[in-house]
């Protein structure tokens, strides 16, 4: 008397590699488009904590030195110094603060600038600044302006208007985040 056979055949063997691998060469598409999605979204998440952060800084800033001159004593027509130098692109971030009077501008002419990422309408008044952040690089830009709020009472005098943008290079282009405040002079 025969004993059946034990095990698989080799067609079947075949048949269930070939399924095996016709299913895992068709979601390789979808892990690859998982982890640039993954990428990208901290990037985003890393750029709004970077323009959070620089939005707290001129807080701080604006906070402390509401009036503060258009020239510290060290030329250049900016709101301050670092180490006794007027503020450039190249040495502001060395600083402990940035420029902050709505009278500064610092600005770098020539690609990509502070349109980069998407024209939104800003004529951005310091920046492009390049920052490394979160193992990336980055670009900041940022306008301060009298607030618009003074006119109807809502913001006491001496309020700014800021807006900070955020830019990165990524492989279809730049992508941006902006983030908008009115900072209150004297206000904790």
Not at 71 to 85: E, L, T, W
Not at 154 to 167: F, N
Not at 177 to 185: D, H, Q
Request: proline share 7%.
């Amino acid at each position: 008397m025969r004993r059946p056979a034990l095990g698989f055949s080799l067609v079947e063997v075949l048949v269930s590699m070939a399924i095996l691998t016709i299913s895992v060469v068709g979601t390789l598409p979808l892990i690859s488009m998982a982890l640039q999605r993954s990428i990208d979204a901290r990037r985003v998440t890393t750029a709004q904590h970077l323009a959070a952060s620089i939005m707290d800084q001129l807080r701080f800033d604006v906070r402390h030195d509401p009036f503060a001159p258009t020239d510290k004593g060290c030329g250049g027509g900016n709101s301050g110094c670092s180490n006794g130098q007027a503020f450039t692109l190249a040495n502001a971030w060395r600083s402990e603060s940035l420029p902050h009077s709505t009278e500064d501008t610092l600005v770098e002419l020539g690609a990509p600038g502070c349109a980069a990422g998407g024209n939104d309408g800003v004529t951005y008044r310091v920046g492009p600044f390049p920052v490394r952040f979160g193992g990336n690089q980055y670009m900041v830009c940022y306008r301060l302006q009298p607030s618009t709020l003074v006119a109807g009472g809502a913001a006491p005098a001496g309020s700014v208007d800021a807006r900070v943008k955020v830019i990165w290079s990524s492989p279809g282009g730049y992508g941006s985040r902006a983030l908008t405040s009115t900072l209150i002079p004297g206000v904790p």
